[in-house]
């Protein structure tokens, strides 16, 4: 594995919702999947101050808070300990994603809904394993954030092209950095370009062209365009197209 899959694990969750019966239905389903809700925050100061003391595994915010909102709560308690954050908010427009991102938040939850709980939280403990990850390959913040943009552009052209979950994306980025002996952000540029140069360019007729011009019998480079281009298309599997990004 990639890194440790604790949502197979009893998680320790710290849920911060000002709202009772969310807050309530939230804690039933965490306990009916296996998790221990610690302790509940109304508000960002409760958040801030409850998560120095019980030190969760996971926490449940919503965005739209008394006083401090989530995301600024957010910020000030990842400066302090990494841990994942899954955001709680009925709305997911840019500029908030862009907010929550800079911020640390790893996931989001649009409905309190126990499939979309666990969606959330699997999503939460996949991407705070790579944002470790990040961490590790720069000391400074703003460099491990603009390596995280430039490795989801390169996740997000694995799994168009390789029909890949962003998991497994993510994976195929960290064995070609360990093959290639590039960094993380060299790696991401990599695919990127390839990607850059896949698309200016007219992929199945270069096949074509060569596959023509490596023909030993002349008569074969008589085939019809639509045969040719054909051969030249199946020959770009998505393994094919693998090996290049």
């Keep these: 594995m990639l890194f440790d899959r604790r949502s197979a694990e009893r998680l320790r969750v710290l849920v911060v919702e000002p709202r009772d019966l969310v807050a309530a239905r939230l804690k039933t389903q965490l306990e009916t999947l296996g998790h221990w809700v610690l302790g509940f925050a109304r508000d960002g100061e409760e958040a801030v101050t409850a998560a120095e003391r019980l030190q969760p595994s996971l926490i449940l915010m919503d965005a739209k808070l008394p006083g401090r909102d989530g995301i600024d709560t957010a910020r000030t308690i990842l400066s302090a300990r990494p841990v994942p954050i899954v955001l709680l908010t009925g709305y997911t427009g840019a ?9 640390g938040v790893v996931a989001y939850l649009t ?3 126990q499939r979309q709980l666990v969606s959330a939280i699997s999503v939460a403990l996949e991407r705070f394993g790579e944002s470790r990850i990040l961490r590790r390959e720069g000391s400074d913040p703003s460099e491990a954030l603009a390596t995280g ?11 168009a092209r390789l029909a890949l979950s962003e998991a497994g994306a993510f994976q195929h980025i960290l064995e070609r950095k360990q ?3 590039r960094s993380l952000r060299e790696t991401a540029w990599t695919i990127i370009e390839a990607e850059e140069v896949l698309s200016r ?3 199945a007729r270069c096949l074509e062209t060569i596959f023509n011009a490596l023909r030993p019998n002349p008569k074969a480079r008589a085939l019809s365009t639509r045969a040719a281009r054909a051969t030249a298309l199946r ?3 998505p393994r094919a197209v693998g090996s290049m990004i």
């Excluded at 500029?95 to 911020?103: D, F, H, I, P, T």
């Excluded at 430039?150 to 996740?155: G, M, Q, T």
């Design 201 to 203: 360019h007219d992929f």
């Design 95 to 103: 500029e908030l994603v862009r907010r929550a991102r800079e911020a």
């Design 111 to 113: 409905s309190v809904d």
């Design 149 to 159: 943009r430039l490795v989801d552009r390169a996740k997000k052209v694995l799994m």
């Design 179 to 181: 093959s290639t002996r």
């Design 235 to 237: 020959t770009a599997s």
